[in-house]
Structures are given as structure tokens and as C-alpha cells.
């Protein structure tokens, strides 16, 4: 399989080149990641200011460093630097949960999503906890799970969210397909002083707790030791809204240009 593997930690980070010790044997694999951390930059492009894809060597492998967001990379490959479309987008591994709202913030989501945009088969993972242990058995699961993707397809659109559970990996109990939990987690944001006695702010994120109790949720399969593997669909329709709006009433009803 032709490989594109991205995250939104930057060209560096360890995630990025577990993945790639995994897949690399047997895939053309090529490397096109943000040259610094992007983390929780979510689906942002780069508009107002030129593009540059610098070749680097690490690892003893060849890359390239952006300096843009998780989507520009992808973008930027698809259409540039790679020979033509991938089979596949791989992006991580994200160290830090990536289930339930923290989907919609993530830049590391965001890269699969904007590969799924285009058509291309695309999958997000990442492990709970900001010290994970060893990347390598995720890194061995993603494989096995591109494996899969690539014999059974996914539909355009859709791409996998894969999230690990920080554990020792003979401590985890199994994978369970999951749904992307919605709960609001605990936020908060820190007041602090500068030095000239001015109020700054600091947002919380590493306080979080999965609240939800449903079994079926993302957060729930982690926090039970399971891999969870949940596919996310790019079309945000709710379908039953649809209904709900139609009996709203707003169509014009021979005043059209009256509204
Ligand atoms: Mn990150």
C-alpha cells in the first residue's frame, strides 16, 4: 500500500515514527508532518501565508516537515509531494485521548478527517495519557487494522478513529467498536497574574474524565482497558433534524424574496 503518515505533534515525535518502524516493512511509506506541535488545532487550514515542505532526514528515514496544520499537510501531499493519491492516511500516534468531544478540537482526527474528505481510506489513532509507555504495540494494531481497511474498504467519507488505553498491552482486555461519546468534559481555565499584576488565562485540558457510563461510547471502551475503535463519518447532517426542520415551517410559500 502507497502510505501517507502525518500527526499533528510534528515531524519528531515519537508516535509519528512508531507508526512508521510498523509500517514500513511492506508499504511505500511517506512521511509529510507539521515541522512543530500542532496539537488541538483542529480542521484549520493555512490561507494568508505561503506553504513550505522542507526534506529532512530522521531515523535514518526521509520526511517532510510543513509548516502548517495537520489538514495543510494532507492537503499538501495529496496534491504535491506525493505521486498521486495514497491508499491510505495514517495519523499519530497522538499521545492523549482523542474519544468523545476532544474529536471535534483534535488535529490529529483532523488529518484522517480531511484525507476521508477527499475519498481516501483514513485512520486517526492515538493512546490516553500524555507519558505513554511504549507506542510500539499500537503502532502493531494500526498495522493489522490498515490491513483490514484496505480488504474490506471504508465508505468515502468515513475514517477510523482508533484510541489505545495506557496500559501495559498484555493489560488490555480487547478492542470494542465504539460510538464517539458527546458529554462535555470537566473543563476549566486557570486566572493567574502576569508580572505587571495583569490577569492571564490558562485553559485546562489534562484534568479531563470520561463521565459518560454507556459501555458503547469511546471513553467508556478506554477507560475499561479495551481498544476502541470508532468510525466517524464527515457528513454532520442529523439526519432526524432533517424531519424536525421540514415541520417547522420555513418554507416561503409564494413570498419568495419576502424573508
Ligand atoms: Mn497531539
Known amino acids: 500500500m502507497r502510505i501517507l503518515l502525518t500527526n499533528d505533534d510534528g515531524i519528531h515525535a515519537p508516535g509519528l515514527w512508531a507508526l512508521h518502524a510498523a509500517l514500513a516493512p511492506g508499504h511505500d511509506v511517506t ?8 496539537t488541538g488545532v483542529g480542521h484549520g487550514i493555512t490561507l494568508h501565508q505561503p506553504l513550505r515542505a522542507a526534506s529532512l532526514a530522521v531515523n535514518a528515514a526521509q520526511g517532510y516537515a510543513v509548516n502548517g496544520t495537520p489538514a495543510d499537510c494532507v492537503k499538501l ?3 504535491e509531494i506525493l505521486d498521486g493519491r495514497p491508499d491510505l492516511v495514517v495519523s499519530g500516534i497522538n499521545p492523549g485521548a482523542n474519544v468523545g468531544v476532544n474529536i471535534n478540537y483534535s488535529g490529529t482526527v483532523a488529518a484522517a478527517r ?3 474528505l ?3 481510506p483514513a485512520i486517526a489513532a492515538s493512546i490516553d495519557g500524555h507519558a505513554p509507555r511504549d507506542f510500539a504495540p499500537a503502532a502493531r494494531f494500526v498495522r493489522r487494522l490498515a490491513d483490514r481497511v484496505a480488504a474490506h474498504g471504508l465508505r468515502p467519507g468515513t475514517f477510523l478513529n482508533v484510541n489505545f488505553p495506557d496500559v501495559p498491552w498484555e493489560e488490555v482486555l480487547g478492542v470494542r467498536v465504539s460510538r464517539q461519546g458527546v458529554s462535555v468534559f470537566k473543563e476549566y481555565v486557570e486566572k493567574r497574574m502576569d508580572p505587571r499584576n ?9 484534568m479531563q474524565r470520561f463521565r459518560e457510563d454507556d459501555p458503547g461510547i469511546d471513553g467508556a471502551a478506554l477507560r475499561g482497558r479495551y481498544v476502541s475503535v470508532t468510525p466517524i463519518r464527515c ?3 442529523d439526519y432526524d433534524g432533517l424531519d424536525r426542520l421540514h415541520g417547522w415551517g420555513l418554507e416561503l410559500n409564494g413570498h419568495e424574496g419576502e424573508a
Do not use: F, K, S
Open 31 to 38: 512521511v509529510v508532518a507539521p515541522d512543530r506541535e500542532r
Open 77 to 79: 501531499a495529496v496534491l
Open 114 to 116: 480531511e484525507a476521508a
Open 118 to 120: 477527499g475519498g481516501i
Open 198 to 206: 495583569r490577569p492571564y488565562y490558562w485553559q485546562g485540558a489534562d
Open 235 to 237: 457528513d454532520m447532517t
